[in-house]
């Protein structure tokens, strides 16, 4: 197939994934829209809870709401004016290849010159999207971060490790507590991962023996980071092991926050994040949490 011809295709597909649905295909009954756009709305607003979003970062994210709904509005029109300017070179092309002719240079450099335009376009747009999300995920504090680290599959796994932490006998507990301790190390090591690739590459520009030497430097650091993590691991299974039962709701949350990678943690953060900023009822609302936020705040404020 014709690498223009492909481009072509490319861009139908982006037009039919960008463009509002009423401009796609017949609009559906108005009724039917409210029923989406209501249940768009609360499936942004359950997002907002699970987050525990708070005032001013409400405040912010609509923000940057309201700003990703302009630039799909200015890239939606970009489109449309890319489709425009393309029209003629195509109807050339059309004429040419049905009369079996050349196809005229003039129109594949204008329809090959637009299509990477407009691809520059949509890949800054994505870059500001990414940056923006980036921007409101710094946002979370400490404790919002956890509500999601400590998601409802991270305590029921953490449920039944403390339940077979403590029906283990006394013959079992060696070889349980290796267990659990050998799979909670591999998620400490994919979290330190990040730290010793950075420390590895910073030895990209040494040769010889200085870089044969640094290597075993950095292994050495590598295996005392294990052996401190696997201790500290070990000391809380421990711990868990002989708590008081009224303490192990404690025990709970520490290991539904030590079963999960930070990465994924984060990935999921992003999404969150993502879905929100995205959605075209985002902005909507982001701003009807922020007015019962609000109304809440002036309620339990002292009367004079």
Not at 10 to 20: D, E, F, H, Q, T
Not at 25 to 49: C, G, K, N, S, T
Not at 177 to 183: G, T, Y
Not at 187 to 205: C, F, P, R
Request: aromatic share 2%; net charge neutral; hydrophobic share 40%.
């Amino acid at each position: 197939m014709c690498p223009l011809i492909r481009k072509l295709i490319a861009l139908s597909v982006i037009m039919v994934c960008v463009l509002p649905k009423g401009q796609c295909a017949e609009e559906p009954p108005r009724a039917e829209l409210d029923v989406r756009e209501l249940a768009e709305q609360v499936d942004i607003l359950q997002l907002i809870a699970e987050l525990d979003l708070k005032k001013g970062q409400i405040t912010y994210f609509a923000a940057k709401a309201d700003a990703q709904k302009q630039r799909y509005e200015e890239l939606r029109k970009r489109e449309e004016s890319v489709l425009v300017q393309i029209k003629e070179p195509l109807l050339e092309m059309k004429s040419a290849l049905a009369s079996g002719k050349e196809v005229p240079d003039t129109a594949r450099s204008t329809i090959s010159g637009k299509l990477k335009e407009l691809q520059e376009t949509r890949q800054r747009a994505w870059q500001e999207f990414q940056s923006a999300v980036s921007s409101c995920v710094q946002l979370l504090d400490e404790g919002q971060v956890r509500r999601i680290t400590r998601s409802p599959e991270a305590v029921r796994r953490a449920n039944q490790m403390v339940q077979r932490i403590r029906a283990s006998s006394e013959k079992e507990w060696p070889k349980t507590l290796d267990e659990i301790a050998s799979d909670l190390l591999e998620v400490k090591k994919l979290d330190k991962q990040g730290e010793w690739q950075a420390e590895s590459d910073k030895l990209q520009g040494l040769t010889g023996e200085e870089r044969d030497k640094a290597l075993k430097d950095l292994e050495s650091r590598k295996e005392a980071d294990i052996s401190e993590m696997r201790t500290t691991i070990v000391q809380m299974l421990t711990n868990v092991r002989t708590a008081d039962e009224r303490v192990l709701s404690v025990a709970v949350n520490n290991l539904a926050s030590a079963v999960r990678p930070k990465a994924d943690v984060h990935m999921q953060l992003f999404a969150m994040v993502s879905r929100i900023l995205d959605s075209p009822a985002g902005a909507t609302a982001l701003r009807a949490r922020l007015a019962t936020t609000n109304a809440a705040s002036e309620e339990s404020a002292p009367r004079p």
